[in-house]
């Protein structure tokens, strides 16, 4: 009977003593799982800010890379409008000479229809001089023979007039044609130039536009999943992280809104620098045309 009460104490000792190891055992490893889940955490965590980072990175070196290619297609397009420019002015330059060469040319022919017509008067005069002195001096028939040479010359000089004027109408009829020809291929040159000008401007304009919406989709998805890592959104119930995606939402547009102003600005500016620019030049090549 000793014995057995013994065994029975040695048994709940035992008990004791191996729950109280079990309990210590539990501990230890409850912490081993948390020490290691909180290094896993923070390993991961440090591989998703340097994720973050190169991604953001990216974004950054395509916006610039974006950027550059629209400052060089916003160059090209310049000096484009700026070789319309030249074009224009040497269509100008020739268009003055031509007319200058009209006008000289016009000018030679009154004056030498005014010359003609002033010889004529003075032939005429003299004729009629002459036959009055004629008249005076010479018998009937002689003076009649003497009117129908007159009268004949008249006629010559009639023609002649008539001539005269035709050539001038003919001519004046011919400048007419020319200067309509002149404005024709001015006209064509300016159409095909702005045609050339607006189908290069609305090229570059839908590509800006798509280069510009996919920097904006990738900067929203980027600043999208950064936000919900800082906030662990995965950790929150469906609703509570339906509300905060919708925050996000409007603060990830919010930024692409101040940023859309800011290229605006930029690029206001910048058009604003460039026709000051064409307009001192504009200038400077009037006075020297002028002078």
Same mark, same amino acid.
């Given at each position: 009977m000793d014995v057995l009460c013994c065994c029975l104490c040695f048994l709940c000792n035992f008990s004791v003593d191996l729950r109280?190891?079990?309990?210590?055992?539990?501990?230890f490893i409850n912490a081993d799982i948390t020490?290691?889940?909180?290094?896993?955490? +923070?390993? !991961?965590?440090?591989? @998703?800010?340097?994720?973050?980072? =190169? %991604?953001?990175?990216?974004?950054?070196?395509? /916006? &610039?890379?974006?950027e550059q290619q629209l400052e060089e297609k916003e160059h090209k397009r310049q000096e484009a409008y700026e070789e319309f420019l030249k074009e224009k002015?040497?269509?100008?330059?020739?268009?003055?000479?031509?007319?200058?060469?009209?006008?000289?040319?016009r000018q030679l022919r009154l004056e030498k229809i005014t010359a003609t017509?002033?010889?004529?008067?003075?032939?005429?005069?003299?004729?009629?001089?002459?036959?009055?002195?004629e008249f005076a001096s010479y018998q009937q028939l002689r003076r009649r023979a003497e009117w129908r040479t007159s009268e004949s010359e008249g006629r010559q000089q009639c023609?002649?007039?008539?001539?005269?004027?035709?050539?001038?109408?003919?001519?004046?009829?011919? +400048?007419? !044609?020319?200067?309509? @020809?002149?404005?024709?291929?001015? =006209? %064509?040159?300016?159409?095909?130039?702005?045609? /050339? &000008?607006?189908c290069q401007e609305q090229i570059a304009f839908k590509e800006m536009r798509r280069?510009?919406?996919?920097?904006?989709?990738?900067?929203?998805?980027?600043?999208?999943?950064?936000?919900?890592?800082?906030?662990?959104?995965?950790?929150?119930?469906?609703?509570?992280?339906?509300?905060?995606?919708?925050?996000h939402k409007r603060a990830v547009e919010k930024l692409l809104e101040d940023r859309r102003q800011q290229y605006l600005a930029d690029k206001v500016?910048?058009?604003?620098?460039?026709?000051?620019?064409?307009?001192?030049?504009?200038?400077t090549s009037k006075w020297c045309y002028y002078k």
């Open positions: 109280e190891l079990e309990g210590k055992l539990n501990k020490r290691k889940m909180k290094s896993e955490h +923070e390993r !991961a965590s440090v591989e @998703q800010e340097k994720q973050d980072h =190169k %991604r953001y990175e990216e974004v950054v070196q395509y /916006q &610039q890379e974006l002015l040497m269509v100008d330059e020739i268009t003055r000479k031509i007319y200058e060469k009209d006008q000289m040319e017509q002033r010889y004529i008067g003075r032939e005429k005069m003299e004729a009629e001089n002459r036959h009055i002195l023609n002649e007039m008539e001539r005269v004027c035709e050539e001038l109408c003919q001519e004046e009829q011919a +400048e007419a !044609a020319r200067q309509k @020809q002149i404005e024709d291929m001015e =006209k %064509r040159i300016r159409q095909r130039l702005e045609l /050339q &000008q607006t280069q510009a919406e996919k920097v904006e989709e990738t900067f929203r998805q980027m600043m999208m999943a950064k936000f919900a890592d800082d906030d662990h959104i995965e950790q929150m119930n469906a609703q509570k992280r339906c509300m905060k995606q919708l925050a500016q910048y058009i604003a620098l460039i026709m000051n620019t064409l307009v001192h030049s504009l200038s």
